[in-house]
């Protein structure tokens, strides 16, 4: 399970799961606290994913950064 808790405040949070870092924006603006849980568990599958929330959430982007060497 990987929840991230965005708070009253914040409508947006960047997860980089390469350098475990959480930000809000920028990255001198960290959000480490908002996210629990394992970033290793953070991966989506090849295929369907499922992805819930609570809460008054209007958009989620995925970013595809895979590389291939």
């Not at 965005?6 to 990255?27: C, F, H, K, R, V």
């Not at 960290?30 to 992805?51: E, H, M, P, S, T």
């Amino acid at each position: 399970l990987f929840v991230v808790n965005l708070g009253e405040t914040e409508n947006s949070i960047t997860i980089d799961t390469e350098l475990m870092e959480a930000y809000y924006g920028t990255p001198d603006a960290l959000a480490n606290r908002a996210v629990d849980g394992d970033y290793d568990k953070l991966k989506l599958n090849v295929g369907g994913n499922q992805i819930s929330w609570s809460g008054n959430l209007n958009t989620i982007i995925i970013n595809n950064y895979s590389r291939w060497v």
